[in-house]
């Protein structure tokens, strides 16, 4: 009788081969996704505490499945013969694979909660600024011969009806980018019945602070919003001013200072202030930017104001929203990511205390695994989150000319 017997698992050279490539991708994708995972849980965490939030934050399903083929390849290389590398790989990506998912259930249920209706297909395909165009780019306003446009992402027009607007300043530390950042914001709060006016401003160089130049040039695009708010359908009375990062701190800081007085037009009649404020992850103090030094503040800063706060210390003050806490003031959102360490929670969250203080109505939102810029992956989240709350800010039946 002749019994058959199981062949022994092959370790010819193709087992090997394979083996050995499904350890490598493995190792290196389980690297990958457990520094992100940890750093968007732990931001303390050197270097990870960096990539972390913004990759976790931005692209947490993304990173479950990567996380995922890191473990089935894991599983391959331990059936293939490395049976303890192979254990110990498959279950930290198993691990970060649940991780992130939790990550991306945090934002889900904070898109709920904000009315969003969610679409998970642009968070796996939009991942970058839609192909968005303005329907109409003018010239708004031309200081020292240098044009500056605006950007019009108009709704459809109804018969009898006006618009709310908003102007819209981008981001950039007061030095770089430009209005075309905001193409993807302007046209989905157009399609949904706002008209959005994103503007250029005057940007600093080495040797070209822009302190006293740049919240001018949002007083003039105010203006002339308002002046030509017939043509483009605009409730003039219902005209806000916002914008991202160091734009939302120039949006603030004119907004305030036209309530209160301290600033005027170059050219013209001084608008009235703005119906409401918008700050997405802005910075409240910049002298307070200058000493945190984070991701190129400090040198955003000085090349703003022209200095640092010892040798130009009046204009760091006139230039930061802290500095015009009134009582009065327009309607204020702040929006921020709970693990943004350019703009910290707390220092937006500490404006926003200090404004309620004065009587001013203030909505403070504070988005989960969110970092600086959350807004940046046109599909995410929390840029489709932060999309809903601005829009139902800027509809919202308060809204009225302070």
């Not at 409240?284 to 040798?311: I, L, N, Y």
């Not at 992956?377 to 709350?389: A, E, F, H, M």
């Amino acid at each position: 009788m002749t019994i058959r017997r199981n062949p022994a698992p092959s370790t010819g050279l193709p087992v090997r081969i394979l083996r050995g490539t499904c350890a490598v991708l493995a190792s290196f994708l389980a690297f990958l996704v457990l520094a992100v995972v940890l750093g968007a849980y732990v931001p303390a965490i050197p270097k990870a505490g960096v990539i972390g939030p913004v990759l976790g934050g931005q692209y947490p399903f993304h990173i479950a499945l990567i996380a995922l083929v890191a473990a089935a390849l894991a599983a391959l290389a331990w059936r293939a013969g490395l049976v303890r590398w192979g254990r110990a790989v498959t279950v930290v990506t198993v691990l970060c694979t649940v991780g992130a998912l939790v990550i991306g259930a945090v934002q889900f249920r904070a898109a709920q909660r904000a009315g969003v209706d969610i679409s998970l297909g642009q968070v796996f395909t939009e991942l970058g600024y839609p192909g968005a165009e303005p329907d109409v780019t003018e010239t708004f306003a031309s200081p020292e011969g240098e044009d500056l446009r605006v950007d019009a992402y108009l709704p459809g027009k109804a018969p009898g009806r006006t618009a709310p607007a908003v102007v819209l300043a981008h981001a950039g530390g007061f030095h770089t980018f430009d209005k075309s950042d905001l193409r993807g914001t302007g046209r989905w709060l157009a399609d949904h019945g706002v008209a959005v006016f994103a503007v250029d401003y005057r940007l600093a160089g080495p040797d070209r602070p822009t302190w006293d130049k740049a919240p001018q040039d949002l007083v003039s695009a105010l203006g002339w919003v308002r002046k030509n708010a017939d043509a483009y359908g605009v409730d003039r009375s219902r005209v806000s001013l916002g914008g991202m990062s160091a734009g939302g701190t120039l949006a603030m800081n004119t907004a305030y200072r036209l309530h209160n007085g301290t600033i005027k037009a170059a050219d013209g009649a001084t608008p009235e202030p703005p119906a409401a404020v918008i700050g997405f992850y802005p910075g409240t103090d910049v002298t307070q930017m200058w000493k945190d030094d984070v991701s190129g503040t400090r040198e955003a800063a000085e090349m703003f104001t022209g200095g640092t706060p010892e040798q130009v210390p009046d204009r760091y003050r006139e230039v930061s929203p802290t500095t015009d806490v009134r009582a009065g003031l327009p309607r204020t959102l702040l929006v921020v990511g709970d693990r943004d360490r350019s703009a910290r929670p707390e220092t937006v969250t500490g404006l926003g205390d200090a404004l309620r203080k004065q009587g001013v109505q203030v909505q403070v939102e504070e988005l989960p695994f969110a970092d600086h810029a959350f807004d940046d992956v046109y599909g995410s989240l929390t840029s489709q989150t932060s999309r809903q709350i601005l829009l139902d800010f800027l509809l919202a039946d308060g809204a009225s000319a302070g």
